[in-house]
């Protein structure tokens, strides 16, 4: 059980750094986008856009948000959220939950 455990690990941790990886380019590129915008509160800095991504985007707790501010800004900006919602909530997430299930 112990050895298991310790192999599923190792996937845990590749699942987590793919999602760190994608959070942080995903928050360069809203920063980027949101340079002297509205939607600049929510994505200051790049610790902040990661922050705002895992919590809103990643985790979806309080999804609406992020979305509605972003669909008045700019569709761009909506559909690279889409973009990020896909991958991470949907695919890197799920990566996880199976990967500890298994």
Known sequence: M?????????SVAFALGLLFVMLYVFGIAF???????PCEDFF??????M??????????DG????VHPLKE???VLLFLLYAFIFL???????MLIGVICE
């Open 51 to 60: 922050h705002e991504l895992l919590l809103n985007a990643a985790l979806m």
């Open 63 to 66: 999804l609406s948000n992020l």
């Open 2 to 10: 112990i050895k298991g455990m310790i192999e599923a690990m190792r």
């Open 88 to 94: 991470s909530a949907l695919t890197v997430m799920n």
């Open 31 to 37: 920063v980027q986008l949101c340079e002297d915008s």
């Open 73 to 75: 800004q700019n569709l």
């Open 44 to 49: 200051p800095d790049v610790p902040s856009a």
